[in-house]
C-alpha cells in the first residue's frame, strides 16, 4: 500500500519560520512534490525533490532523505498571504509520474 | 497563456444522474489527470489521459470514465451518480517531455449530488 503522513494543522505568526514534515511508505517512488492550496483556489506547485537534501526556492525551501522516507517543506519570514493548505505528494513512476497527495497541512498565520 | 481551464465551475445533481465535466490543458501540455477532492482532504487520483488513451487509473470505480481529445482536452464523465460523489473535481495538465512532477491544476469544478 502506499500512505503520507503529515500535521493536519500548523500555526505560526507572521515572520516566523515553520516547517511542514511530510513521511510517507509507497514503491515506485520517483520524487517528493508539494503543493499550496488557498480555500476555494487550485493547487498551486510549490517544489519538487527527486534526490536527497535542500531545494531552496525564494522564501521556501523543501528536503528531501529518501532512506528516512521523509520530507520537509520550510517557509521562511511568514507572510499573512502564506495562510493557504499545504500538500506533499509522492510522485511514483512508470515513465509518466501520477501524484499520490497527503491529507494536507492546514497553515494558519497569525499578525 | 491561459492555464487550465475547467468548466462548469459549480454544479448540481441528484443522484442516479450522470454528469460531463471538461476540462482544457495548459497550452502545450498533452497529458490531463483528474483527481477528486473531498472538504478537508487532498487531492485523490481518477485517471490520466494522454495520446487519447487513459494510461493509469485509481482506484475509482467503472462509473468514472473519461476522453482525451485530439486537442488535448479532455472530459470526466461520471455515471449513476452517489452522494458521496459529492466534491472538487480538479484537472490538472503535464507535458510528457518535462516530466509530471510539477502539474498545472485549474480551479476545479464543485459537484453537488443531491
Known amino acids: 500500500g502506499q500512505s503520507l503522513e503529515q500535521p493536519s494543522e500548523v500555526t505560526a505568526v507572521e515572520g516566523a519560520i515553520v516547517q511542514i514534515n511530510c513521511t510517507y511508505q509507497?514503491?515506485?517512488?520517483?520524487?517528493l512534490s508539494w503543493y499550496q492550496q488557498h480555500d476555494g483556489g487550485a493547487p498551486t506547485f510549490l517544489s519538487y525533490n527527486a534526490l536527497d537534501g535542500l531545494e531552496e526556492t525564494g522564501r521556501f525551501s523543501s528536503f528531501l532523505s529518501r532512506s528516512d522516507s521523509y520530507g520537509y517543506l520550510l517557509l521562511q519570514e511568514l507572510q499573512m498571504k502564506d495562510s493557504a493548505s499545504y500538500f506533499c505528494a509522492v510522485a511514483r513512476g512508470g515513465g509518466y509520474n501520477k501524484l499520490i497527495f497527503g491529507a494536507g497541512t492546514r497553515l494558519a498565520v497569525h499578525p | 497563456d491561459a492555464g487550465v481551464t475547467q468548466s462548469p465551475t459549480h454544479l448540481i445533481k441528484t443522484r442516479g444522474q450522470q454528469v460531463t465535466l471538461r476540462c482544457s490543458p495548459k497550452s502545450g501540455h498533452d497529458t490531463v489527470s483528474w483527481y477528486q477532492q473531498a472538504l478537508g482532504q487532498g487531492p485523490q487520483f481518477i485517471f490520466q489521459y494522454y495520446e487519447e488513451e487513459e494510461r493509469q487509473r485509481g482506484n475509482f470505480p467503472d462509473r468514472f470514465s473519461g476522453h482525451q481529445f485530439p486537442n488535448y482536452s479532455s472530459e470526466l464523465n461520471v455515471n449513476a451518480l452517489l452522494l458521496g460523489d459529492s466534491a472538487l473535481y480538479l484537472c490538472?495538465?503535464?507535458?510528457?517531455?518535462?516530466?509530471?512532477?510539477?502539474?498545472?491544476f485549474g480551479s476545479g469544478t464543485q459537484l453537488s449530488v443531491l
Open positions: 490538472a495538465s503535464s507535458h510528457t517531455g518535462t516530466g509530471h512532477e510539477k502539474l498545472f
Open positions: 509507497t514503491s515506485g517512488f520517483y520524487g
